[in-house]
């Protein structure tokens, strides 16, 4: 390996070894497979890199497939979101298809395959079909119609694509051996009959194509080189590479399968059909609520495509499967916005701070710098003035020595402002302090060049001017799950795990900058957290999400 190379995973290793014997580059070609029964979610964005980062590397066509082979369960509507949700991470696809374009030519290639004797028609129902597999050391028994003259397979698997047969009348079977070790070569079914309409081929089709009858062929018909998939899939490769075969002529260029472990996330669930769940029990507001794992989600909640790329690329493809800490994902959020998010200043859960000795009235524009991470991010002007928010916790009335915010009597720097010093609180009648009272000193303003300017304090709290603050609905965000693996528990339910306090509102006090603010834009509040606006948000009522707090405090609250 030449020095400084990054080392090859092995679904690398496995294409250049297929470079270096029988495969040309040309033939190089990728693609990913959703099924649109869902929107997609942080193990999808795995695939997603995987696929197409393969395609970056190797210069290859990556197509986007739609395996939409059961209507029951698939929607326009997550066509579309998947769409929107591979562009957004920044990837092109060569070609859009459809598992569905294909349903002419599988039924075709189905009837030639009944007339080899391949196929048959089985008309059992399909417990009794179950009953017959036998198990894994004990060979299955035939069914009474795998010996179907053609003809009639023929006609009758005519009469189930023209739906005139019912929905759970008849099979089409592959007929392959019982007697397998691999179960799944016991004669698979490769079509049922199902009078439902499809989201793009209407009601032209009553039979619908299984998965391993439809993905090697969709396939193979697009000449994908290798198809990636999930190790679930490792006992299907044999029936994959079996239809391919009955398919494809001799010498012809044939896809093949491999496999790759799913990657599983901390605290929450990566299946479209739990997510569904949550969405159609109301646990959450929508399929992009921004506590969701779903791209979407994550992109409301105020994540980056580079975020959620450097996340996938980082974890890598392996073998075997595992669970991945969430906060390695918050970790990826932060290291990307640190660097883009303009700092702000805003107060979660104000107090009031009166500076006794500022004139009533006045008021100055303060000079802030927008990213100190970025000098060509510039600066913006804040307001200052003698009424201000800070947050409750930076203040206490009497503090020990540890204690590096506001108290009576210490000093600490407003940001970007003057030096002040506790001086007294004023209480209500059940003694919370509705105001504290400081003094400051004029010549202490930051940047001034003064020798109070320089002067070092403890402490440097975040503020903002009473009378300028825009209000702000502020939703908090955690986690949605309290354990770490919601569906690990064999007794429980993945619902029951459910974190209460995954979302929490609250109103927040803003700079005046960011009244012009628009949804998705990032901005980081300091001392707090990074924020995203929300696509809720309006002139009249801006609404920030918290994508995620400055340090990891998940750790420390359990
Ligand atoms: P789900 O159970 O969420 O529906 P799926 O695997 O059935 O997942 P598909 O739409 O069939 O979803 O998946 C498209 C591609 O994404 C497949 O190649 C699949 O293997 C891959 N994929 C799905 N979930 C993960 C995951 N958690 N980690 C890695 N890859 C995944
Ligand atoms: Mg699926």
Redesign the pocket.
């Known amino acids: 390996m030449a020095e400084g190379k990054k080392s090859l995973n092995f679904i690398e290793q496995i294409i250049e070894e297929d470079l270096k014997n029988d495969y040309k580059k040309e033939d190089l070609k990728f693609r990913?497979?959703?099924?649109p029964?869902?929107y997609l979610?942080i193990?999808?964005a795995?695939?997603i890199c995987l696929n197409f980062g393969l395609g970056e590397k190797y210069d290859a066509p990556v197509n986007l497939r739609f395996?939409d082979t059961n209507p029951m369960k698939e929607e326009q509507e997550y066509v579309d979101a998947i769409k929107r949700d591979v562009e957004w991470l920044g990837f092109k696809w060569a070609k859009e298809c459809y598992a569905s374009d294909y349903f002419q030519q599988l039924y075709d290639w189905a009837v030639e395959m009944i007339k080899n004797g391949d196929a048959y028609v089985d008309s059992q129902t399909s417990e009794e079909i179950a009953e017959q597999k036998g198990t894994p050391t004990e060979p299955g028994k035939m069914s009474p119609y795998r010996d179907r003259s053609v003809e009639e397979n023929l006609e009758l698997f005519e009469k189930m694509k023209n739906g005139d047969t019912p929905e759970r009348g008849h099979v089409l079977r592959a007929k392959i051996d019982m007697a397998s070790p691999n179960m799944l070569m016991r004669d698979p079914v490769m079509y049922r009959c199902l009078h439902k309409s499809h989201h793009r081929t209407g009601s032209d089709w009553k039979i619908y194509p299984m998965y391993d009858w439809a993905h090697g062929e969709s396939d193979f018909i697009e000449s994908i080189s290798h198809s990636?998939?999930?190790l679930e899939f490792l006992p299907h490769r044999e029936l994959y590479n079996y239809f391919v075969e009955k398919v494809s002529k001799p010498g012809e260029f044939r896809p093949k399968q491999r496999e790759f472990a799913?990657?599983?996330l901390s605290h929450t669930i990566?299946?479209?059909?739990k997510l569904l769940q949550l969405v159609e029990k109301g646990f959450v507001e929508s399929w992009d609520d921004p506590r969701m794992p779903t791209i979407s989600g994550l992109r409301r909640r105020g994540y980056t495509p580079e975020s959620i790329r450097k996340f996938a690329d980082s974890i890598g493809v392996g073998k075997r499967e595992n669970l991945i800490d969430v906060s390695h994902l918050e970790f990826c959020a932060r290291e990307d916005l640190n660097k883009i998010a303009p700092r702000v200043m805003g107060v979660l859960d104000p107090v009031k701070l009166v500076i006794t000795n500022y004139p009533e009235g006045e008021e100055e524009w303060l000079e802030a710098e927008n990213n100190p991470e970025d000098e060509s991010a510039g600066s913006r002007q804040v307001p200052f003035s003698r009424e201000l928010y800070i947050e409750k916790e930076d203040f206490k009335e009497s503090a020990n020595r540890k204690f590096f915010r506001l108290s009576l009597g210490k000093e600490v720097r407003l940001k970007n402002a003057y030096i002040i010093k506790g001086e007294e609180v004023v209480k209500d009648s059940e003694g919370n302090i509705t105001e504290i009272h400081c003094t400051y000193d004029p010549k202490s303003k930051s940047g001034s060049g003064t020798e109070e300017s320089m002067r070092k304090v403890k402490g440097t709290l975040h503020w903002v001017s009473v009378k300028h603050a825009l209000e702000a609905e502020i939703r908090l965000y955690d986690r949605l799950f309290s354990v770490d693996e919601p569906d690990g528990d064999k007794e429980k339910d993945y619902l029951d795990f459910i974190n209460p306090e995954s979302l929490e509102v609250v109103t927040g006090y803003l700079e005046p900058s960011l009244k012009d603010a628009k949804e998705q834009d990032k901005v980081q509040f300091q001392r707090i957290g990074y924020f995203c606006v929300d696509r809720d948000s309006t002139p009249d009522k801006p609404v920030f999400n918290r994508t995620v707090g400055l340090r990891d405090s998940w750790s420390k609250k359990q």
Not at 32 to 35: D, G, I, L, Q, T
Not at 270 to 273: A, H
């Open positions: 990913f497979p959703p099924e029964n869902g979610h193990g999808h795995s695939s395996d990636f998939c999930t799913r990657r599983n990566v299946s479209k059909r």
